[in-house]
């Protein structure tokens, strides 16, 4: 099984621009989440999704970052316009079952952002 | 505040030597602690958590709750333990909040 799938891999824009980032999760997993890393810090949640509701979105910079998760399996994240800040890594990862149970998180291999 | 700190960026040993990666929290519940494990060109994969007490790859950690410690131990470093290692404390919404991460050197 290929796990975690996100695409791009690589991302480079110049900042004002748009940009979006797509993740398959396992195959089952209902439960999907979206992580920022930036360099020499260890990943921060940025949402989570409970099939198509986004459950957690508290740490989401709505003013600029947004995300869906149509018919709760791929979701996209999307950053609009984007900021030299916003230089990161993102990972998705998803698990089979919501908050009972110790579900385990798979990540996918993340997408790295540079902004210009 | 919920919290979780790894003191040290950047740990080496040689082969055969023991391994302690430091790891404290800061929760006010009763936490759930894992360490993952991010090995080079890899996605970051569970390691092992406290609740199923178990060795994994020779490594152990035990949940200290007066200490707020979850150290990862193993007494015989491996060159193939080298990765970075991320201590993370899951909350009552099952968020994950992670440490900065320590990489781990361990030469021949």
């Known amino acids: 099984e290929a796990g975690v799938v996100q695409s791009p891999r690589y991302k480079i824009i110049e900042k004002k621009q748009p940009v979006a980032f797509w993740c398959n999760p396992i195959?089952?997993?209902?439960?999907l989440y979206w992580y920022r890393q930036n360099l020499g810090q260890g990943p921060e949640l940025l949402i989570r999704?409970?099939?198509?509701?986004?459950?957690?979105d508290s740490q989401l910079p709505k003013d600029r970052f947004s995300a869906e998760r149509l018919k709760g399996v791929d979701s996209t994240l999307k950053i609009q316009p984007a900021e030299l800040g916003d230089s990161a890594v993102y990972l998705c990862?998803?698990?089979?079952?919501?908050?009972?149970?110790?579900?385990?998180?798979?990540f996918g291999p993340g997408t790295r952002l540079t902004v210009l | 505040a919920q919290r979780v700190t790894q003191p040290e960026k950047l740990l080496s040993v040689f082969k055969g030597a023991p391994v302690e990666l430091k790891c404290n929290y800061s929760?006010?519940?009763?936490?759930?602690l894992f360490w993952y494990v991010q090995y080079s060109r890899q996605r970051l994969q569970l390691l092992l958590r406290?609740?199923s007490r178990e060795s994994i790859k020779g490594f152990t950690a035990d949940l200290n709750k007066g200490e707020t410690s979850f150290h990862l131990k193993k007494p015989f470093a491996q060159e193939e333990d080298s990765a970075m290692y991320y201590c993370?404390?899951?909350?009552?919404?099952?968020?994950?909040?992670f440490g900065t991460g320590t990489r781990l050197q361990v030469f021949p």
């Open positions: 195959s089952g997993h209902n439960t």
């Open positions: 993370a404390l899951k909350d009552g919404s099952d968020k994950l909040i």
């Open positions: 929760y006010s519940g009763s936490p759930e």
């Open positions: 990862a998803s698990s089979p079952l919501g908050v009972a149970g110790n579900n385990e998180q798979f």
């Open positions: 406290h609740i």
């Open positions: 999704y409970e099939n198509e509701e986004a459950v957690d």
